[in-house]
């Protein structure tokens, strides 16, 4: 009997039914989605135009190839390009946030010919060849993928920034706020720099927005705070709320000819009916504005509530590390609270709701983890 590679530790529960920010399990339980499978449930779960969006597709065709015209694509590209703010960046579509980032790598080294990359301590950029060359984390790192041209720096070092990007670097691939090295937020001056010394080298500056995009933190791409271009932005989880999507905006200065990119799936029909199904509700919705409001009201509470060691984030991307380890907070907040949360590290609780998520949800929150943190031996 074929079992499944054993590569996740599992909870033991399974959600059956979803609706907005609530899961239900097989009991009939019901639990508080804070978390969004990893910042993937971006406008809801099971949202009504999501739901129709896909099921009127699904009757008409769900797949071909990109052979063919596919005008969905055209139609997403273009409201991406809108709520952006980058309506004169091309889109390629791919299947996830590791694709989105091997090919971004790909286009930079296409354009200038170069090998060397910067990456940044504590960065997680996918798990294919070239995404985990770029990952810091040599658990996931196997011999056979290469990684002798790339070179990490301190993230949000501004000296070490100016030194180590010089004229033999092909990209510098940065996250505007690191999800899985504990929602590390990007200063300014720091992307400002990265942006500075890419132009002055002539290397290729890569936003991975897999995590922080999308409007999580408040406005579409987190580093639009800091008021930087990016040559390539790559995006994926909050892009099609659940359904497999990834994408690779490029700037104008990038030539496309055939054969440089391709892909099978990237770019079905079910994906784009996704992806322009969830750009359709955030707009129509205001999540990008409640996602921002959301986020200070989330901030606000936990600051109230207090007990610790750093709070970080923007909008609906938070991190809240403490001095202790936070595995058994975490089960009482699943077990006791019925309140889904993730982590990052040992000491990092990490909250990444849907952008649509209420004051409703997130009282249950404060409330359990007041509860929670005041029980803890000080």
Same mark, same amino acid.
């Given at each position: 009997?074929?079992?499944?590679?054993?590569?996740?530790?599992?909870?033991?529960?399974?959600?059956?039914?979803?609706?907005?920010?609530?899961?239900?399990?097989?009991?009939?339980?019901?639990?508080?989605?804070?978390?969004?499978?990893?910042?993937?449930?971006?406008?809801?779960?099971?949202?009504?135009?999501?739901?129709?969006?896909?099921?009127?597709?699904?009757?008409?065709?769900?797949?071909?190839? &990109?052979?063919?015209?596919?005008?969905?694509?055209?139609?997403?590209?273009?409201?991406?390009?809108?709520?952006?703010?980058?309506?004169?960046?091309?889109?390629?579509?791919?299947?996830?946030?590791?694709?989105? &980032?091997?090919?971004?790598?790909?286009?930079?080294?296409?354009?200038?010919?170069?090998?060397?990359?910067?990456?940044?301590?504590?960065?997680?950029?996918?798990?294919?060849?070239?995404?985990?060359?770029?990952?810091?984390?040599?658990?996931?790192?196997?011999?056979?993928?290469?990684?002798?041209?790339?070179?990490?720096?301190?993230?949000?070092?501004?000296?070490?920034?100016?030194?180590?990007?010089?004229?033999?670097?092909?990209?510098?691939?940065?996250?505007?706020?690191?999800?899985?090295?504990?929602?590390?937020?990007?200063?300014?001056?720091?992307?400002?720099?990265?942006?500075?010394?890419?132009?002055?080298?002539?290397?290729?500056?890569?936003?991975?927005?897999?995590?922080?995009?999308?409007?999580?933190?408040?406005?579409?791409?987190?580093?639009?705070?800091?008021?930087?271009?990016?040559?390539?932005?790559?995006?994926?989880?909050?892009?099609?709320?659940?359904?497999?999507?990834?994408?690779?905006?490029?700037?104008?200065?990038?030539?496309?000819?055939?054969?440089?990119?391709?892909?099978?799936?990237?770019?079905?029909?079910?994906?784009?009916?996704?992806?322009?199904?969830?750009?359709?509700?955030?707009?129509?919705? &205001?999540?990008?504005?409640?996602?921002?409001?959301?986020?200070?009201?989330?901030?606000?509470?936990?600051?109230?509530?207090?007990?610790?060691?750093?709070?970080?984030?923007?909008?609906?991307?938070?991190?809240?590390?403490?001095?202790?380890?936070?595995?058994?907070?975490?089960?009482?907040?699943?077990?006791?609270?019925?309140?889904?949360?993730?982590?990052?590290?040992?000491?990092?609780?990490?909250?990444?709701?849907?952008?649509?998520?209420?004051?409703?949800?997130?009282?249950?929150?404060?409330?359990?983890?007041?509860?929670?943190?005041?029980?803890?031996?000080?």
């Amino acid at each position: 009997m074929t079992h499944l590679f054993d590569v996740y530790p599992l909870y033991d529960i399974e959600p059956v039914k979803a609706r907005g920010s609530y899961l239900w399990d097989q009991n009939g339980t019901k639990y508080t989605d804070l978390y969004g499978g990893h910042a993937v449930i971006s406008v809801g779960h099971c949202h009504p135009y999501y739901v129709e969006m896909l099921t009127k597709q699904m009757n008409a065709i769900s797949f071909y190839s &990109n052979s063919v015209r596919i005008s969905l694509q055209e139609e997403l590209a273009e409201k991406l390009g809108e709520l952006s703010g980058y309506p004169d960046y091309r889109l390629f579509l791919c299947n996830s946030g590791a694709e989105a &980032n091997e090919n971004a790598l790909k286009l930079a080294s296409f354009h200038n010919g170069r090998t060397k990359v910067i990456a940044f301590n504590k960065a997680f950029h996918g798990r294919t060849a070239g995404a985990v060359a770029v990952t810091d984390n040599p658990a996931i790192v196997a011999p056979v993928n290469y990684n002798q041209h790339v070179t990490f720096l301190p993230y949000n070092d501004i000296e070490a920034a100016e030194t180590g990007i010089t004229d033999e670097v092909c990209a510098v691939i940065v996250e505007g706020i690191q999800g899985v090295g504990g929602i590390h937020v990007a200063t300014d001056e720091f992307l400002q720099t990265l942006r500075r010394r890419c132009d002055e080298t002539g290397a290729v500056l890569i936003l991975d927005s897999v995590q922080c995009g999308f409007g999580r933190t408040g406005k579409f791409f987190s580093h639009q705070f800091s008021g930087i271009d990016p040559d390539l932005m790559t995006m994926a989880k909050g892009m099609g709320n659940g359904f497999p999507i990834g994408g690779v905006l490029i700037s104008p200065k990038f030539k496309a000819s055939y054969g440089m990119l391709g892909t099978t799936f990237g770019g079905n029909h079910l994906a784009c009916a996704a992806g322009v199904a969830v750009l359709d509700i955030m707009k129509s919705e &205001n999540l990008i504005e409640n996602a921002a409001r959301m986020g200070e009201y989330f901030m606000e509470g936990i600051r109230r509530v207090g007990g610790y060691k750093e709070l970080r984030g923007r909008g609906l991307m938070i991190g809240i590390e403490y001095d202790f380890p936070v595995k058994d907070l975490r089960n009482k907040l699943l077990f006791e609270h019925k309140l889904f949360t993730g982590v990052a590290g040992a000491n990092t609780i990490r909250l990444l709701p849907s952008l649509a998520i209420g004051t409703e949800e997130a009282d249950a929150f404060l409330k359990a983890l007041e509860v929670e943190i005041s029980q803890v031996p000080n």
